[in-house]
């Protein structure tokens, strides 16, 4: 199984950027699908980004296209979430996690197909 550590939350003003690191270890599948989702407190975890084959494939919700950008170092160790132009609707805490294969831009925003998730980073917005 792969095990999966976040890194890169933080304080920070609406407007300001923030990247989030998700490091990957264990049994890293070479096909794989990875993603952020995202929950605030009283609601329901809910997808943010997806990444999937060999890179060209991503999928985004709608409030963040634009302005959030998922990638992936060649290794497959790192998945990356690239936050600009922060708003306080976006304060969550952020989950990076991973699915063995590959999945459509659609099917990748079902948490029920990631197997392994991280422990999640807090990502707080101040306007």
């Known amino acids: 199984q792969v095990q999966l550590v976040e890194s890169g939350g933080g304080l920070v003003r609406a407007g300001e950027s923030l990247r989030l690191a998700c490091e990957l270890s264990g049994r890293i599948p070479s096909r794989m699908t990875n993603a952020w989702f995202r929950q605030a407190p009283g609601k329901e975890r809910q997808f943010v980004a997806g990444?999937?084959?060999?890179?060209?494939?991503?999928g985004y919700r709608d409030s963040v296209k634009g302005r959030f950008t998922i990638s992936r170092d060649n290794a497959k160790t790192t998945v990356y979430l690239q936050m600009n132009n922060l708003t306080p609707e976006d304060t969550a805490v952020y989950y990076c996690?991973?699915?063995?294969?590959?999945?459509?831009?659609?099917?990748?925003?079902?948490?029920?197909?990631?197997?392994?998730w991280g422990q999640g980073t807090q990502v707080t917005v101040s306007s």
């Open positions: 996690a991973a699915a063995s294969g590959y999945t459509t831009a659609q099917s990748m925003r079902d948490k029920r197909l990631y197997t392994s």
């Open positions: 990444i999937s084959e060999f890179g060209g494939n991503t």
